[in-house]
């Protein structure tokens, strides 16, 4: 077995917060390779959670298991479940709209509630605010490890009744696509958009064609602008911007070496829609 | 053996300080599996560093190594030691104070100095400033990898010459429970107090019953209100506040998806105090 | 085979990329030992990428496969290569500048191109933005399992065509010792300089000892005074500055428990300058 292990959550990695669940992993199984997504998603931002793991899922061997905590919930009647891929990955999260951008972009094929009565840890009853480390972790090392099946977690669910948070509509016009900022390239401040290549495709673009692009907030124009379609941020001078192709086939801008978030006060969500058109 | 050693330090991952200590330990023994509890603690701050290691080394697999270097008294004459807990971990640090929390709530059984003519990385003798690469990671390294026992490291300390801090004081009178604001929960800025829950179950408290807490700065009362107390953050309405037990069984102040330090301007250390108590 | 991979990049632990790096690396082969260095570094900043490199690597066992991303080129014709350092290290990287502290002060004994079309991940050949994941995770991860060896990774490059950065120029004179503020100890805001101890070793110093310090931006004075040459911060009071041997064994300035950086506004880079006099 891989016995690989992925953490994710919002708990930064300034407490022992982390090192409590790595911890606690290491004590069902000390074979278990734990490594980290991010501890860095904005608090309480499930929507962030969900595309983080859209964004890596599928980079990592099959049977991996991701333990994602963005859980301002806890100790709510939310689910705690344990979810399968179609690839073969394996996500312990609670129900709260974490599995979001897999279900949609990746497929959920099953999904399981956690019976907290077999698998959490003892003596913790009387914690109700560190399911990370009391029922995630512990259950994710026992699913990595081998010393349960995805069958042993617990009931299986209706997929029907999977919590999804809206993700942004894409649309195709004659010669414009248009779809939402969904997120950014946080270091860059690069913005990526929902809208996948296979929709701006249908527009025959050239690299090194330029492009007319419009950033919306709730219908409102923030920035309307003729763009460069480069390959990458080279293809454009340093401080100026490009549009491109981001590393998951959506497009995406930025400016070369600079911030364009920053620098036009784009911000990201369903409120904030990007269209690029054609020229005539 | 396990082979686990864990790092703890106030250097940041942001250079290559933490990279060199790991690359000494793997250059000891390339089998040992080394993990972060915490780069990010405050310069300087030994109190932080204490009270990180109890809230972790105890989910951690007996036997496991942690090293910790916040050491502003690098090149003085504090003593380079090795602590065991009662729980059967191996505490590499400075003794400046870093073992307090866990010699007063989880028991060290025994210390010993590290023999630095023995146990220093060869010709490093004159670098006076990062003993944390020179001595203590590979120190720490040897032990977790077994080609050191602990009895190797050095003579043996008299535990009463430990280094500690003052800690806070607790305190139960008929109708309140009072103690000192320790810490913060920092991402979600809840404020961790050092009441354990079971002085505040003399109060005999059910959950929904709404107590009277009072916080002051050196005596100066500074927020003075009646909470709920719950189970968790859900318990009350989003922005609501929350007395809880928090992961550690103390008592615990939170905003459901707020943050209670910002909003209500509290600080931590022995000088914060915070009061519980039943309302008539 | 001891199959470690070292990671350093400017993408920050924030969002998926480090994640999706790992993973594609696991892919290769799980039973990879996969390590941070950092992933901090300054955006686009290439000099700290090469400073870093060099403050840590030869702390790692012989064989450790380094892969560096600090790529505000990728897309352009900068080349993708995998050096070999002296002392028997791969660092796996666009060739911009990030090897020119190693080819400086270690060593680089030889350097090939990778060849894209045979170590570049199936199917990414329309993603142009994130060779780190695509190519150098990928071709570090088989060089580190030994899936290829060096002589696979393509075609050997003529080392006088190593991209070099400027780096600093130090200066003996006969009572004083010169260099520049290569980078920060950053979390502490000590100086680095580029002066080796063995030029400074020529003024015959003495623990205890006075010296006057001048730093200069581009030749303008900005701090001139005189500091105690001290093994370690605690050689002086809290507060008080020191002049210092750092770890790597170059001339550091400090305040002890205090940022000299920022106390005093010093930057780092060619243009500020520090010169260390012995007093008449």
Not at 38 to 47: L, R
Not at 55 to 75: A, H, K, L, M, R
Not at 86 to 101: A, E, M, Q, R, W
Not at 204 to 221: C, R, T
């Amino acid at each position: 077995m891989k016995k690989l292990l992925v953490l994710q959550s919002d708990f930064g990695y300034v407490d022992g917060a982390v090192a409590a669940m790595i911890g606690v992993a290491l004590g069902v199984d000390d074979e278990l390779k734990v490594f980290d997504l991010s501890h860095d998603i904005t608090p309480f931002n499930i929507y962030e959670a969900s595309y983080r793991l859209f964004q890596t899922v599928e980079y990592w061997p099959e049977g991996t298991v991701f333990v994602s905590i963005i859980d301002p919930g806890v100790g709510s009647e939310r689910k705690s479940v344990v979810a399968l891929t179609s690839g073969g990955h394996y996500i312990v999260t609670p129900d709260n709209g974490t599995l979001s951008h897999l279900a949609t972009h990746v497929g959920i094929v099953a999904m399981r509630e956690i019976n907290e009565v077999e698998h959490r840890r003892k003596n913790t009853e009387a914690s109700y605010t560190f399911h990370g480390r009391d029922v995630y972790a512990f259950t994710g090392a026992k699913l990595a490890s081998g010393q349960i099946k995805f069958e042993d977690v617990g009931e299986a669910l209706d997929l029907n009744c999977l919590v999804k948070l809206e993700l942004p509509n894409n649309e195709i016009k004659e010669n414009t696509v248009a779809g939402s900022i969904e997120i950014l390239d946080i270091r860059f401040g690069s913005l990526w958009s929902s809208i996948p290549l296979i929709n701006f495709q249908r527009l025959d673009p050239k690299h090194g064609e330029v492009f007319n692009i419009k950033i919306a907030e709730k219908g409102a124009i923030k920035v309307d602008m003729d763009i460069k379609y480069g390959r990458s941020f080279a293809d454009v001078n340093i401080g100026e911007p490009v549009l491109y192709v981001n590393s998951l086939y959506r497009l995406a801008l930025a400016l070369n070496q600079g911030d364009f978030s920053k620098t036009f006060k784009i911000e990201t969500g369903l409120d904030w829609t990007l269209s690029v058109s054609r020229k005539n």
